[in-house]
């Protein structure tokens, strides 16, 4: 008799008998299921899986396509792979280093020992459409990791061998296109015909891989000028080459020989001089009276704001503080959105003809009683509490429409100093595996929001989708008007992370959606070796989430 086992279908939501040993491939077929764009990957029993994985019990599987965040993950490193294939063939003992989400694509570093060229470009595009159109399978492979580290050993890819050696790890995945070998992070595709779209085009000194959109998997995403978002990317670059601290490997490296104190320090001193820069910036601009600080969820803003403020205080001015949430308008007046519901987050939200009014009169020495927002009521109230501009004094105003231009349209220019703070994660795992910025910031926020608000992790992965497309409506478009750009992620940050965010993450539990996401970002802290947080001082920007800050929140 037949051994089968029974698949719960969450696409479909029917239950039917398997062979056992399936792979999710099969299972696909076997439903009779069809997806325009996909499947990529599967959730099986809450963990996302490749198409390679054989089912041996009963489980619950979800298909999943090019509309999902863990779809496009595993398109992307398919990507990846077939690219960093194609350029050791045509260009064998270069390495290719996977670096900066940039433009709606990567950045990738090919180090040719020379200015790459339109026509390296176009060689290596050419030669990747042809390993996808030759349907070659990618398989999956299980070695002991001491086997791992000699085959990546003799392949020469030093950042893979310190990884695997500090891991500590009994047994490790690697993946082989037609006998080129690579090791990635999470799932991938399972033959190279299935990348059905890229774009590959030369960006700086380097190359642009340029990917699907999620929203719309038949297009790529929209090729947009990042130039100060690379740069900021390329700065922290140079500071880790100096350090010798580009990858997960040198991190744990550093943790091991007992480095970790002189890494923290070294990464504080590094976020006081560029504050202490750009405070020296401002009190150059004489006409400036107006700090104007943006940033994501989790970006440290509030902290930037507040060590900010004592550098502009070493340079003679005196911050004074403005709070957005107060010029919200009445409730029944904001906008709502596309459910019907109230939209707090759109820009008109808040009384912009009353924020520029008051703004100019303050500029031009008039005394203005600022408004309160009443968020029992709804209602926008008298505060009683009047302020004049003294001329040694500048405003301090954070918010998430900080940087959008119909905020302050009514300022003149140059009264005005853009701050975008983010946390861009320069470290990476690997060559070839970069770390997701925004992985750091749900992390700070899994941890702020458990210690802080009382909110569980799983909640806050549950919100993280309309936390992020709310940024990817107010806040990224305007990114590149800011001034000047400041880092607000550490090299040893998520080291230090580690220790608070996994017990948090161990109390989501299997049999909701969002312990996909918290497996692996499990997953992930696997690799970090731990930096207890007594190391870092109350005056970090770290403190904002870990606690322990001696700044007021």
Known sequence: MKQVV????????????????????????????????????????N??????????????????????????????????????????????????????????????????????????VERIS???????????PIVRHECTTEEAIKM?????????????????????????????????YGTLLVNTSQIHLFELVRYYDGMLLRIPSQKD??????LIRQDKLFEIFKEHHRWQNILGLRTIGDLNSAVEH??????????EALQEKKLAKIADEIASRKDVRMVLIAGPSSSGKTTTCKRLSIQLLTNGIKPVGISLDDYFVDRELTPK????????????????????????????????????????????????????????????????????PTLTAQIPEEKKYRVYASALTTILIDDHNYIPTTDNRLLRRI????????????????????????????????????????????????AVIKLQAEPILEQVPENCEEYATAYRLKKFLKYIRPIADRQVPPTSLLREFLGGSSFKY
């Open 126 to 136: 050419r030669r990747m459409k042809e390993i996808i159109d030759a349907k070659i």
């Open 337 to 404: 959105d596309e459910s019907g519901d109230y939209d707090f987050e759109h820009v008109n939200a808040l009384n912009i003809p009353l924020l520029n009014e008051q703004m100019n009169a303050l500029f031009a020495g008039e005394e203005v009683e600022l408004p309160k927002y009443n968020f029992q009521t709804g209602k926008s109230e008298k505060s009683g509490k009047r302020l004049r501009l003294k001329d040694d004094e500048i405003l301090v105003v954070e918010g998430i429409h900080a940087l959008n």
């Open 6 to 45: 029974q698949i719960r279908c969450k696409n479909n939501k029917k239950s039917q008998n398997i062979s056992i040993g399936s792979s999710l491939s099969e299972i696909f077929f076997d439903f009779g299921l069809k997806m325009d764009f996909g499947p990529v990957s599967a959730r099986v029993n």
């Open 217 to 222: 998997p038949s297009q790529l995403g929209e």
């Open 258 to 267: 007992r480095f970790s104190t002189d890494l923290i320090n070294l990464s």
């Open 47 to 120: 963990k996302v899986e490749g198409l390679d994985f054989r089912v041996y019990h009963n489980k619950d599987v979800e298909f999943l396509d090019l509309h999902t965040s863990s779809g496009l993950r595993a398109y992307t490193r398919t990507l990846f792979f077939i690219l960093c294939k194609a350029a050791s063939e045509l260009y064998p003992d270069k390495k290719m280093v996977i670096d900066i989400p940039v433009s709606n694509g990567y950045y990738c570093d090919l180090q040719l020992g020379r200015a790459i060229t339109d026509e390296d």
């Open 447 to 494: 941890i702020r929001d458990y210690k802080y608000r009382g909110v569980s992790a799983q909640e806050t992965i549950r919100r993280w989708p309309s936390v992020r497309a709310g940024e990817n409506k107010w806040i990224f478009p305007f990114q590149e008007n800011a001034d000047v750009m400041f880092n607000t992620a550490m090299l040893f940050e998520l």
């Open 152 to 184: 990546f050993s003799d392949l020469g890819d030093t950042t893979k061998v310190k990884l695997l050696k500090s891991t500590g790890k009994l047994y490790t995945e690697y993946y082989d296109i037609d006998g080129y070998k690579d090791y990635y």
